[in-house]
């Protein structure tokens, strides 16, 4: 009797952490791939443009400092969503977020009149409260009125944006150069130093660190990193065991707004020392944040090394900038083709082959 | 006399604003009127501009243009629609994906095409006898071209189909309860992708009206935001053809006014209000019947399965 | 009627598998045209399962579908409508915001192309239902409807499309007495012209009022066909079940203890923001059960949610222990002891991606020994989770292992471990043994009867009526959200019960 290969699909019940890791680096593998093909038809050679970035960002002292310097409003927005998406709260909104709480700092920088060595500090507790507000306004909207979640941050980002915007041409509107509009530039006092020589900001830096490490214990180890678990999990679930769904997600909405704030302030007060159009001070970093949350899988160490990652593509984008004339947009390729690739992958999670003998 | 021109103006330049803002925000409606939310469509957007101005400029043939952008936009949607609907990935982050993927590839391939003139555009329309009524004549029916024309002509359409055809009906039951639609043999998949498909076209289509017709010129991220505006647009519209309608002409002529307002309301916020006005209408339509007479599609971006019920 | 013209319908062999069951075990069945044939079975008989089988929402993994003498392939309700079957769901197929005609049309191809002509299809419908008394407006929208009224549109959905064979899945478990006599006569009034009705259902009552013949399934399996004058209810109990139906479990006859558990002239309201609970009273004590019996949809979920903290009355108060907790939340009921066995068990008793362990703390992690301030003590919760796993033999690799891959019966022993370690003063268990196989539901009732003497006071809510008979000390009916009486399980008849959950007041003392 011949027996002849069949093979089923089946649904995985539980995904190894081990494929977990192995598909995700296979997926960005392919991205990178992908992406050279585009460079190819572009008429560069991947394999120069690779060594390119990696030199750039990696190889030099300049590059690296400035690839930690990326890493950072990552890092910090990054931490902050993988938070809310365990909460299931999709916060597309750190964009805005990061905005308002460099808005928040701005404000104190300029014009409350405090002390100077209150001055940083005030900001960055300002900066946080500024992203926070910005982040609980779509959570109560969810959970008091059940709003979609996705739709509400991601208008609340472009209010934010266009809020900058007028702050910067109208009341805040400092000396206009060559056509740019910004504010005046901060005092002193409510500079963040840098590491000499490079851009680093490493007080935000350092609090980003910090804060990968207190919210992954918070999730694994706290009461409230459980309740936001469970919600995540199974809202019917949490619901019956009494978990407060309006406390949860408003105290996720307040973590993932409040250290979005925080990335803003350290742009503001450590690279541009000045309240400046939205495109600059973010340049999409609470949409690529969203890459580093979900590629970490929602464990915030992990984030370290997410973020490292898109820094590196960010500055490689500027190195590739000027070596080789293509538009800092490269780096929307990558991300698109990593995201991309990152959920095109999760089916290889979600299913299993098996192949049987059949007769 | 300053007045009437003003009007005039206002009107016609809304007119040819809004075309892109319209195209876009019936497409989209038909796709989450189906169940799939499109955070793409900035991306298709800007594809299609792209892809429209090069092939213009390339074959001389605006038309063709605006054909390829179609194309284009069609086949990206395509790509947002397998992974959402066949894959069930999240689709979010789906369109998100897509369109900063779009963003990137017209940001690299469109280096060296800013600055280059449009040999030939599609010729305006002045019709005749029309154009003569006073007021409405210049407004609408001078200088405008068919693009706008087909885009206001497709709001009817499209807004029959939705609601007095057997098409419509699936479409609706597919966005609304797609196990019911599934029970009765209707193909989710299929009437899924059909709808993505009719956003994506619609949104190429719009972005190479921009690139070939509206300015026209193709420049590096020229778009700049149509895609979330389209997205909460129809939002605005209550997923309804005719409202979009409405609303996208409304603020085009915001947009438009934008600048003479200028002395009272600050352009930056009159640019924020369909964002705000967005969330408004999401407020407004969450408490019970409203939200059963207008409010969204009930699986808007939940993933269908068989027999997960 | 001549029903020997041949069989309508003639299922070969049917076999269908599930992860981890058996569904369908080999089943023959045939379907006499023109006659309403029952199939009869508990819960997870595998009654629908068939029955979607043959309508094309699954395919067998064997066995063989004869329609009217030619073998048929349905592989999908198209497929199946095709060949003039159609089903009506014991969850409606409905899209709320669409029409009734939208409803009715959706899906159909008749051939005008994209266009509607509603003028026609309101004509066809109208006619429909008058001929089969089934009125309704065609243009409301569904969510506008009532239960009955919609399901009205269900049957109305099938007819329209020329259907012979009907399927209806336990069309009575919405419907209220009078709307079920209603859908009898209309059920009488289809088969009069012609039309073949299969009626799954798990209610001797309606098989002996309304077929002609009846299968039994049990398990997967067929047990027998009857025709329904040669068979009784006690004889189809018994099959169904397997055993005999009135045995008394070993009871320990209870001495009355403390009230526990008071409710007060309660009202509530439902989903639909309609009245679910009328003027309910009772008191409740220690070391009893109390059965609350009554068809499904007249009020028991909703006195489920208000007893455990998830939903507030809307009049009337609620006294534990004679203190006030009408509108306490969930977690002020977990605090005051109160366990709740949820119905739902994947979407409500635990969380499926988490570990044992996790969920066998899910409602006491805030406390010590589990909490220290904010933090979790890994290892009293490791402990807690071998203990439990241990006493209530948990089958499982690990406290690690996540709930999801658990069978049905250790799923309810952890919620049971959870719910049960703290010796709560009121159990309220919401259909415990549904879906478990019978080794399982003996331990969940032998676990109820530990509780209960240990002086618990436990509202039993079932579907079950056989479980509320043998479990419970007094036995609580309700219908329509109000109590219909409260009578002692020992001398009350099935007859008795069954009237009162049909809407006739009990006119003896209440207990």
């Known amino acids: ?359 | 006399m300053g007045w009437e021109i003003w009007i005039i103006t206002t009107i016609s330049r809304s007119l040819a604003y809004g075309t892109p803002l319209l195209l876009g925000t019936l497409g989209e409606i038909y796709a989450e009127r189906s169940g799939v939310l499109n955070l793409g469509v900035e991306g298709m957007m800007i594809m299609g501009a792209y892809s429209a101005f090069t092939t213009a400029y390339i074959t001389g043939n605006p038309w063709l243009g605006i054909l390829v952008a179609a194309v284009v936009g069609g086949a990206f949607s395509l790509i947002h629609a397998f992974t959402s609907v066949t894959l069930k990935a999240n689709q979010i982050v789906s369109g998100l994906s897509l369109t900063m993927l779009g963003i990137g590839l017209s940001g690299v391939f469109g280096r060296g095409w800013e600055g280059k003139p449009l040999p030939a555009t599609i010729p305006k329309i002045t019709v005749p006898g029309l154009s003569k009524i006073p007021f409405l004549g210049p407004s609408l029916f001078e200088g405008q071209n068919l693009i706008v024309y087909l885009a206001i002509f497709l709001v009817p359409l499209m807004w029959y189909i939705l609601y007095r055809t057997r098409i419509g009906i699936t479409i609706r039951s597919v966005g609304e309860s797609p196990a019911t639609a599934d029970s009765l043999g209707i193909n989710v998949n299929r009437v899924r992708y059909m709808c993505v498909f009719i956003g994506g076209v619609l949104a190429g289509v719009a972005g190479g009206y921009l690139s070939v017709i509206y300015r026209p010129a193709w420049t590096e991220g020229m778009t700049a935001g149509m895609g979330w505006i389209v997205i909460a647009l129809t939002i605005f519209a209550f997923w309804n053809p005719a409202y979009g309608m409405l609303g996208a002409y409304l603020f085009a002529a915001l947009y438009h006014l934008s600048y003479r307002l200028q002395p009272w309301v600050s352009p930056e916020l009159l640019k924020a209000m369909p964002y705000a006005f967005a969330i408004l209408v999401l407020i407004f339509v969450s408490r019970g019947t409203l939200q059963k007479r207008m409010g969204a599609p009930a699986a808007l971006s939940l993933p269908y399965t068989r027999g997960e019920d | 009627m001549d029903n020997s013209k041949g069989y309508a319908i003639e299922l070969r062999g049917i076999v269908k598998r599930f992860p981890g069951v058996v569904a369908n075990d080999g089943i023959d069945l045939k379907v006499r045209r023109g006659e309403i044939h029952c199939l009869l079975g508990e819960n997870g008989a595998g009654k629908t399962t068939l029955m979607r089988v043959l309508y094309g929402l699954y395919r067998p993994d064997e066995g063989e579908i004869i329609l009217n003498g030619q073998s048929v392939q349905i592989t999908s309700p198209r497929i199946a409508l095709n060949h003039h079957v159609g089903m009506v769901h014991q969850h409606f197929r409905l899209v709320p915001t669409l029409s009734v005609e939208e409803n009715i049309v959706l899906g159909l191809d008749e051939g005008t192309g994209p266009f509607m002509n509603f003028r026609k299809t309101r004509k066809k419908v109208s006619a429909i239902a008058n001929q089969y008394g089934l009125p309704v407006e065609p243009q409301t929208k569904i969510w506008q409807l009532g239960v009955g009224q919609q399901q009205r549109v269900e049957i109305l959905k099938a007819l329209y499309r020329e259907v012979d064979i009907l399927i209806m899945d336990e069309p009575t478990s919405v419907l209220t007495p009078h709307e079920v006599e209603q859908l009898f006569a209309t059920l009488r009034t289809l088969v009069d012209d012609g039309l073949t009705i299969i009626f799954i259902t798990h209610k001797l009552d309606e098989v002996m009022q309304v077929s002609d013949r009846v299968t039994v399934l049990r398990k997967g399996k067929v047990v027998t066909t009857f025709p329904t004058t040669e068979t009784d209810k006690p004889t189809l109990a018994r099959l169904m079940v397997g055993r005999e139906v009135i045995f008394r479990l070993e009871k320990k006859r209870m001495e009355r203890r403390d009230k526990i558990l008071e409710v007060n002239d309660l009202y509530a309201l439902n989903e639909r923001r309609l009245p679910a609970i009328r003027k309910m009273s009772f008191e409740l004590f220690g070391g009893e059960i109390l059965g609350v019996a009554g068809v499904s949809g007249n009020g028991q979920h909703e006195l489920s949610e208000v007893l455990t903290g998830l939903r507030k009355p809307t009049k009337g108060k609620v006294f534990l222990k004679k203190k006030e907790v009408t509108n306490c939340s969930a977690r002020e009921m977990n605090d005051l002891n109160v366990a709740h066995i949820p119905a739902e068990r994947m979407r409500m008793g635990i969380v499926p991606a988490l570990s044992i362990r996790e969920n066998l703390i899910l409602k006491k992690y805030r406390c010590s020994p589990f909490c220290h301030r904010e933090f979790l003590d890994k290892k009293e919760i490791e402990e807690n989770a071998n203990r439990a796993m241990s006493n209530y033999r948990i089958a499982a690799p690990s406290c690690e292992t996540p709930a999801k891959l658990l069978s049905g019966g250790n799923i309810q022993k952890v919620i049971l471990a959870r719910e049960l370690s703290e010796n709560p003063c009121l159990i309220v268990a919401v259909h415990p043994t549904y879906g478990l196989d019978i080794g399982a539901t003996e331990h969940v009732r032998q676990v109820l009867l530990a509780q209960r003497e240990r002086g618990a006071a436990t509202l039993l809510i079932s579907e079950d009526l056989e479980e509320i008979m043998t479990m419970s000390d007094r036995i609580l009916v309700l219908f329509n959200g109000e109590v219909m009486g409260i009578l002692d399980a020992e001398s009350a008849g099935i007859e008795e019960i069954s009237l009162m959950m049909a809407g006739t007041r009990h006119k003896g003392e209440k207990l």
């Open chain 1, 1 to 359: 009797m011949k027996g002849h290969l069949g093979f089923k699909i089946e649904r995985r019940p539980v995904a190894s952490g081990r494929l977990v890791f192995f598909v995700s680096l296979l997926a960005i593998i392919a991205a990178f791939v992908m992406a050279g093909v585009f460079f190819r038809i572009y008429g560069v050679s991947p394999i120069h443009a690779y060594q390119l970035i990696l030199r750039g960002s990696l190889g030099s002292r300049f590059g690296l400092a400035e690839t930690v310097r990326r890493m950072i409003p990552l890092l910090l927005c990054g931490v902050g969503l993988t938070i809310a998406f365990r909460a299931l709260f999709w916060n597309i909104g750190a964009e805005g977020q990061l905005l308002m709480g460099a808005v928040a700092a701005a404000g104190i920088a300029l014009f409350s009149g405090l002390p100077d060595p209150l001055l940083l500090p005030a900001m960055f507790i300002g900066g946080f409260l500024g992203g926070a507000a910005w982040g609980l306004i779509p959570a109560v909207l969810k959970v008091v009125l059940g709003l979609n979640d996705v739709i509400t941050t991601l208008m609340m980002n472009y209010i934010a944006i266009y809020f900058v915007e007028w702050l910067i041409h109208g009341p805040w509107k400092g000396p206009t150069a060559r056509g740019f509009a910004y504010s005046d530039t901060f005092p002193p006092a409510a500079w963040l130093p840098t590491i000499y020589g490079t851009r680093i900001h490493w007080p935000t830096l350092v609090l980003g660190l910090v804060l990968a490490i207190v919210m992954y214990i918070m999730v694994t180890r706290t009461r409230s990193g459980f309740e936001v678990r469970v919600i995540g999990e199974n809202p019917d679930a949490a619901r019956f065991a009494g978990i407060s769904q309006l406390k949860t997600t408003l105290l996720v909405m307040l973590i993932s707004g409040g250290f979005a704030g925080l990335a803003g302030v350290g742009e503001i007060a450590g690279i541009h020392m000045r309240l400046l159009g939205p495109a600059n001070i973010s340049m999409g970093y609470g949409y690529t944040a969203i890459i580093v949350a979900w590629l970490a899988r929602r464990n915030p160490l992990a984030v370290i090394v997410t973020s490292i990652l898109f820094a590196v593509i960010m500055t490689g984008g500027d190195v590739i900038k000027v070596s080789l004339g293509l538009p800092f947009q490269l780096i929307n390729v990558f991300n698109g083709l990593i995201l991309f690739f990152l959920i095109g992958s999760e089916i290889f999670l979600r299913y299993k082959v098996s192949f049987l003998l059949r007769r």
